[in-house]
T-cell receptor, first 116, second 110 residues
Framework: ETGVTQTPRHLVMGMTNKKSLKCEQH?????MYWYKQSAKKPLELMFV???????ENNSVPSRFSPECPNSSHLFLHLHTLQPEDSALYLC???????????????FGPGTRLTVL | ELKVEQNPLFLSMQEGKNYTIYCNYS?????LYWYRQDPGKSLESLFV?????AVKQEGRLMASLDTKARLSTLHITAAVHDLSATYFC??????????FGAGTILRVKS
């Protein structure tokens, strides 16, 4: 596996379910991110982790709970979601601070989440 | 709070024509990024622009940055169908927090 991988790629859940999204990066980066991409809003940053420590929580509701056990893995735990939480959830990773002029955030393929 | 505005939001082009996508942002920043997203796919990095006057080119795409005007442009030269995608600019607000524009949906017609 190379780059940033995410599982599952698609997820349908009810409002009372609990599920988790997984992200893994194979790039040796030290920062990882969760983004939400919905149809009616620009891509929104949700959480940032640097060296496993959460450095940013962009006013995300508590029904989304991130976990970063090490620099290569990132989880997003979901519980009692609402239909408006249906979206594409993207994970990304980067090297921080940037080591070169071309360093950027690398994105995974995303998890398409549908909340019924 | 940093705001990033892209225009146009939708662009329908004829093959072979040139056009420019604009990205304006509201506060100073050291880094600006351009990404491409194909339908159903993830984001692919195109360019990283670091300084005033920076210009980068890859194939038919050229990106530039004017930090004084807080403006970046993505210029498309002689468009081809393969360039059809959604293009996003993103500005580094602080540290590694990126704020994205709404995206420009580009459709190249033959």
């Amino acid at each position: 596996e190379t780059g940033v991988t995410q599982t599952p790629r698609h997820l349908v859940m009810g409002m009372t379910n609990k599920k988790s999204l997984k992200c893994e990066q194979h790039l040796g980066h030290n920062a990882m991110y969760w983004y939400k991409q919905s149809a009616k809003k620009p891509l929104e940053l949700m959480f940032v982790y640097n060296f496993k420590e959460q450095t940013e929580n962009n006013s995300v509701p508590s029904r989304f709970s991130p976990e970063c056990p090490n620099s290569s893995h990132l989880f997003l735990h979901l519980h009692t979601l609402q239909p408006e939480d249906s979206a594409l959830y993207l994970c990304a990773s980067s090297q921080e601070p940037p080591g070169s002029s071309t360093d950027t955030q690398y994105f995974g393929p995303g998890t398409r989440l549908t909340v019924l | 709070e940093l705001k990033v505005e892209q225009n146009p939001l939708f662009l329908s082009m004829q093959e072979g024509k040139n056009y420019t996508i604009y990205c304006n942002y509201s506060t100073t920043s050291d880094r600006l990024y351009w990404y491409r997203q194909d339908p159903g796919k993830s984001l692919e990095s195109l360019f990283v622009l670091l300084s005033n006057g920076a210009v980068k080119q890859e194939g038919r795409l050229m990106a530039s940055l004017d930090t004084k005007a807080r403006l970046s442009t993505l210029h498309i030269t002689a468009a081809v169908h393969d360039l059809s995608a959604t293009y996003f600019c993103a500005v580094d607000e602080y540290g590694n927090k990126l704020v994205f524009g709404a995206g420009t949906i580009l459709r190249v017609k033959s």
